[in-house]
């Protein structure tokens, strides 16, 4: 079993960066595929990068300005958004699972409790 535990959002400006973490408890991710997802209001969740150390995936609307990163010795893994945007208030989600396709489908095995991102124009 591997726990999940978001943190770092708020709310912040237009063209402001935010860092967000996912602190792992209960197995190490290194053994895992980890993503970020977000789901604005009325929206359907939004994949938006996945690693599993070998590979590293983001969407169109993120690359560039989004970097996904892991730091195994304090087992959390990070979301650093720069350049945001208003349209990337969502609530964010961490996830993790044995396949990396498993996050492209939207189908991890655990999920984080999610954090709210607010940019405001």
């Known amino acids: 079993q591997v726990q999940l535990v978001e943190s770092g959002g708020r709310l912040v400006l237009a063209g402001d960066s935010l860092k967000l973490s996912c602190a792992a408890s209960?197995?190490?991710?290194?053994?895992?595929?980890t993503g970020w997802f977000r789901q604005a209001p009325g929206k359907e969740r939004e994949f938006l990068t996945a690693?599993?150390?070998?590979?590293?995936e983001y969407v169109d609307s993120v690359k560039g300005r989004f970097t996904i990163s892991r730091d195994y010795a304090e087992n959390t893994l990070y979301l650093q958004m720069n350049s945001l945007k208003p349209e990337d208030t969502a609530v964010y989600y961490c996830?993790?699972?044995?396949?990396?396709?498993?996050?492209?489908?939207?189908?991890?095995?655990?999920w984080g409790q999610g954090t709210q991102v607010t940019v405001s124009s």
């Open positions: 996830a993790a699972s044995v396949r990396i396709q498993s996050i492209r489908d939207a189908k991890p095995t655990y």
């Open positions: 209960g197995r190490s991710l290194a053994n895992y595929a």
């Open positions: 690693t599993n150390g070998y590979i590293t």
